[in-house]
Nanobody, 127 residues
Framework: QVQLVESGGGLVQPGGSLRLSCAASGRTVSTYAMGWFRQAPGEDRAFVAAISWSGGSTYYADSVKGRFTISRVNAKNTVYLQMNSLKPEDTAVYYC????????????????????WGQGTQVTVSS
């Protein structure tokens, strides 16, 4: 089993930055694809960003391209999401997910392809 714990959320003003972390335990996720998703109140969970096991491929939702960056340090079993130029519409609970069987590029944005999920961390962008 894999346990995922997100951290780094909080309240930030529009235009500000936050860095989310996702620490995995239980087993190594160095061979797993990792993703970030978010869910705002009253909305469905949405894909934000994903990264291949090696870090060589990254994928982003159009709404965050150029503002968010996903990265990973396999030696630390940790994935990060650097969020810059935050907007009020980025307000949501952010979830980390791990997928041991994701290979096709089209699978990275589909939550159903991830086997393990964290509990989420709240990000609020407001003045």
């Amino acid at each position: 089993q894999v346990q995922l714990v997100e951290s780094g959320g909080g309240l930030v003003q529009p235009g500000g930055s936050l860095r989310l972390s996702c620490a995995a335990s239980g087993r190594t996720v160095s061979t797993y694809a990792m993703g970030w998703f978010r869910q705002a109140p009253g909305e469905d969970r949405a894909f934000v960003a994903a990264i291949s096991w090696s870090g060589g491929s990254t994928y982003y939702a159009d709404s965050v391209k150029g503002r968010f960056t996903i990265s990973r340090v396999n030696a630390k079993n940790t994935v990060y999401l650097q969020m810059n130029s935050l907007k009020p519409e980025d307000t949501a609970v952010y979830y980390c997910a791990a997928g041991p069987r994701i290979g096709r590029p089209t699978d990275y944005a589909a939550g159903g392809h991830y086997d393990y999920w964290g509990q989420g961390t709240q990000v609020t962008v407001s003045s």
